[in-house]
């Protein structure tokens, strides 16, 4: 049986492989090869396999035939060059580089000029007739081989080179000569021989061999470990070998090597953007040694090699339809390809390079919408820091909601409000947030909090205002009364200014700049395509008019949760809700709640107006009520004048009311159950205000939602009382409302007997902040402290409460869905938890059959891009 086959070969306009081979060849090899096969210059060469790669990870040796067949290509090598390797008269040099599917950069290994030694060296200067490049080229491969291969640190060869060109009194490298290069070359093989104990290779077969063995090692070694946990690559790619003939940047001023991108990577505009270095080699560009020119001077240095250039680019865009990311050699005038990839880019450019490319007819519509990348475009969102700033960062939380803000430190929502209103920027750091500090948040640039996780109550209001937030910043020790925080050896005091970055969770002492988010017509247009191409539904988490236009104008359909508790915060209305909550009996509860139903209808009013023909879930109460009890004697006061009840029986209430577990007590349905008049009032406040706008033409599709729900009975009893109410409402208006009674699947008994829950509920939506909460047995609260290092650990892949626990939580929903929908056929089921807006998780959603997705409103257009994404990708 022959061997399989390891390697191949590149060259005179062939190439064994191409470029869809990725996979076999890595993304350099497959580049290499596809350039070839299109007739751009590519200085000949071969690639060593992936497969050969994990083969020799497994048996710690090559696999069977590669060695022969890489001696094989060698010889071919030689013949499409005219030069012999290890040859004393004009020596064939070859590059190393690994390869591997993916760009991993600067992650592994390269060696440059191998086949050099104090023989060959001769027969290079002879044969190019100039010394000095010769000296420069060997002095290069000591230092680069003595460092990947034989693990000499770096900084040792450099810091001879500094000397000579400080002895020289000379600035650049370019100006040592021969000579001195020669004496170079001696001094870095006695670093050699000084850190190892051997002599510099000679033999130029084993330099290969060795060279080999150090790109494949290089795929285990720690940085490139890291950066595959990192990007999610799979350990068992491998990566390949490229063996390519070397051409030269180093052989004088006609000489030369760049990078450029097709089109800019930053805005994305259709212009050849680039570095250039005369004189050099690859790496010098990359190492920062010497400052590159802009690639439009080639135009005026080398006109011609810059025309082929051109013509190069144009073909290698067209020919792969995105922008690409190129690395050449100019040699004697000569122009020769090194590489070709899709090159990276931000969101902006992202955006920009689809949308022009779907113009100018080189992509479909389909391909333009993949090309933008839902994680990335919420950088387009919000405001940045500007990537020139350098700044120290002085802690790191959870990046809570993206963005950045600068502002003043305050210590209280109040605060907060107040310095706002004096037309100050503040930044709001507390330990943890509560209903209660709403106002001071609106106020706020940001939010900053010690404590708390990704559905923390800072961090979902903060999310759903589109304001940034860091949570759980555990370093921050904070003395509210005091007015101070301190991190370590800093301490900030209220007014002092601090930037924030919530993309990041980075708080930095200080002002930075910062960046305004453009939302481009380009931006709105691929949107637009993208719901061309979805088949879920994407709602928003809003709770008051003014978020819901923004949604709105964001593209959400609608509302897939109206948290209603937040309302009751606002303004006067707490006193009246803190009234009802202390009421002694019924009687007073149903006093109290009089004063607050007003205030709800009006909400609801607002709301619905703004949702104009789009449905509106709105969820009735669901947080503990200790949340809203009064804290301090003052406001306890203020309770005591306004219901008469004397203050000590009121504390004592208050006392009674508290809590050892809130989030598993006496909150959500629990509540409805036990007080109906709550959420009775609730009722009449949201078909009172339908029956409203819909007398003044506004077409209202409300969906009442029960939380909580673990029981069917706890929805049957209450879904009898909102038909109940709403029954009544309509008949005094003499009307009919569309309305829908629904619940929220939160808790893994709800899910578990959605079949029964489907009896009564004629939507679901899935709660996955409670949901994961309670299956992973995990306080939402509470674990921000240390699930980062579950997630470092690799327990958790990601943050659950961030992107779905697709083998817990996910079985769940999963089980949710379909028990419903045996019950129900028609169930309308969606999302609400803050997944709704994480990629990852809408791709989940669209595979367990979700119609819908509901996040907040700056996330709605990173869902309807993620749907698309779903859809295209027939997830
Ligand atoms: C949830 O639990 O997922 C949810 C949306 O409700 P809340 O975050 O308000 O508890
Ligand atoms: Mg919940």
């Known amino acids: 049986m022959s061997a399989k086959k390891f390697v191949y070969f590149f060259g005179n306009g062939k190439a064994e492989g191409d470029g869809k081979d990725k996979n076999l060849l890595g993304g350099k090899g497959a580049g290499l090869a596809e350039m070839t096969n299109l007739g751009i210059p590519v200085p000949p060469g071969f690639t060593i396999t992936t497969e050969a790669c994990i083969e020799y990870q497994k048996k710690h040796g090559y696999p069977e035939g590669m060695w022969e067949q890489t001696l094989e290509a060698m010889k071919k090598l030689e013949e499409a060059v005219g030069k012999n390797f290890g040859s004393t008269e004009n020596p064939l040099l070859v590059s190393v580089r690994s390869g591997a599917r993916v760009s991993m950069p600067g992650m592994m290994d390269t060696v440059l000029n191998l086949g050099l030694n104090d023989e060959t060296v001769k027969g290079l200067a002879k044969a190019s007739g100039n010394e000095r490049f010769a000296y420069d080229s060997y002095r290069r491969f000591i230092q680069m081989f003595g460092d990947v291969v034989l693990g000499v640190d770096h900084h040792k060869f ?146 011609e090699v810059f025309a082929q250039l051109e013509d190069v680019y144009k073909k290698l865009e067209t020919h792969y339809k995105d922008m690409q990311d190129i690395e050449f050699t100019v040699e004697r005038k000569k122009l020769y390809m090194l590489q070709t990839r899709s090159g990276k880019r931000t969101a902006k450019a992202a955006v920009k390079i689809a949308y022009d490319m779907f113009k100018e007819g080189l992509i479909d519509k389909k391909t333009a919408v993949l090309r933008v ?331 009442i939602m029960i939380p909580l729900v673990g029981h069917f009975k706890e929805l049957s009893i209450l879904k009898e009382m909102v038909n109940r109410v709403a029954e009544e409402v309509m008949n005094s208006y003499n009307d009919k409302i569309e309305y829908l009674v629904g619940t929220m699947i939160e808790l893994p008994r709800a899910a578990l007997t959605a079949d029964e829950i489907a009896e009564y509920a004629e939507f679901f939506s899935f709660g996955t902040n409670d949901l994961t909460q309670t299956t992973l047995g995990l306080s939402r609260d509470d674990s921000g402290k240390f699930l980062p290092e579950y997630v470092d650990k690799g327990i958790y892949k990601e943050d659950p409460f961030v992107s779905i626990d697709v083998s817990g939580v996910g079985q769940l929903v999963e089980l949710g869905v379909t028990k419903g929908r045996k019950t129900r056929p028609n169930l309308k089921t969606g999302i609400c938890g803050e997944h709704g807006g994480d990629p990852e998780s809408i791709y989940f959603c669209q595979k367990v059959g979700l119609n819908y997705v509901s996040c907040s409103p700056y996330r709605v257009p990173v869902a309807r891009l993620a749907a698309a994404h779903a859809a295209l990708k027939n997830i």
């Not at 890291?226 to 051409?247: E, H, Q, S």
């Not at 990078?259 to 010098?284: C, M, Y």
């Not at 750091?429 to 939010?447: C, F, K, L, Q, Y």
């Not at 203050?647 to 809130?662: C, G, S, T, V, Y």
């Open 373 to 703: 990348l839902p994680e990335q475009v919420d950088q387009l969102l919000h405001p940045m820091i500007d990537p020139k700033e350098k700044y120290a960062t002085i802690a790191k939380g959870l990046p809570a909601s993206p963005g950045a803000a600068v502002g003043k430190v305050v210590f209280s929502a109040e605060d907060a409000e107040k310095m706002a209103a004096a037309g100050e920027k503040v930044i709001l750091v507390r330990n943890e947030t509560s209903p209660e500090d709403i106002g001071g948040m609106h106020a706020s640039e940001g939010i900053l909090t010690a404590t708390g996780g990704m559905t923390s109550h800072a961090a979902v209001v903060a999310r759903g205002m589109g304001k940034c937030c860091v949570a759980g910043c555990g370093a921050l020790k904070i003395d509210e009364a005091k007015k101070v925080f301190t991190v370590g050896d800093n301490v900030v005091k209220e007014g002092d200014f601090i930037t924030i970055n919530g993309s990041t969770g980075e708080v930095i002492l200080g002002k930075v700049t910062l960046i305004e988010p453009e939302l481009s017509g380009e931006f709105a247009e691929i949107l637009k395509w993208a719901d061309e191409f979805r088949t879920l539904g994407v709602r928003t988490n809003a709770d008051t008019p003014h978020d819901s236009k923004i949604a709105r104008d964001f593209g959400a359909e609608g509302i897939g949760l109206c948290r209603t508790e937040h309302m009751f915060f606002d303004g006067d209305r707490i006193d009246a809700v803190r009234e009802m909550i202390l009421a002694e009996n019924e009687e007073g509860r149903r006093r109290a709640l009089e004063k607050v139903k007003p205030y709800q209808k009006e909400d609801f009013i607002g709301i619905f107006k703004a949702m104009d023909g789009l449905p509106v879930t709105i969820r009735l109460l669901d947080p503990p009520l200790h949340e809203f009890i009064p804290h301090t004697d003052e406001d306890i006061q203020k309770v005591a004048d306004a219901s008469g009840i004397p203050f000590d029986r009121l504390q004592k209430k208050a006392e009674e009311l508290k809590e050892f577990n809130p989030m598993l007590g006496h909150r959500g349905c629990r509540l409805g159950i036990t007080f109906p008049e709550i959420y009775e009032m609730q009722v009449y406040a949201i078909m009172e205000a339908a029956c409203k706008v819909k007398k003044e033409g506004v077409k209202v599709l409300p969906e």
């Open 158 to 303: 450099e810091k001879v080179l500094r000397k000579m060109k400080q002895d020289r009194n000379v600035e650049s490298d370019t100006e040592l000569n021969a000579e001195d290069l020669k004496q170079l070359v001696a001094e870095y093989k006695k670093i050699v021989e000084d850190e190892t104990g051997k002599p510099f290779p000679q033999d130029t077969t084993k330099q290969l061999e060795f060279a080999i063995n150090a790109v494949f090692n290089s795929w285990d070694n720690q940085r490139a470990k890291t950066y595959r946990k990192l990007n999610k690559i799979p350990d068992d790619w491998g990566t390949a070998v490229n063996i390519v003939a070397m051409v030269f940047g180093n052989m004088g001023d006609d000489c030369g090597t760049g990078v450029a991108f097709t089109r800019n990577p930053s805005t994305g505009e259709k212009e050849f953007f680039g570095e250039f270095l005369i004189n050099a080699q690859g790496e010098d560009v990359v190492a920062g040694i010497r400052t590159p020119e802009p690639i439009a001077r080639l135009k005026d240095e080398m006109p």
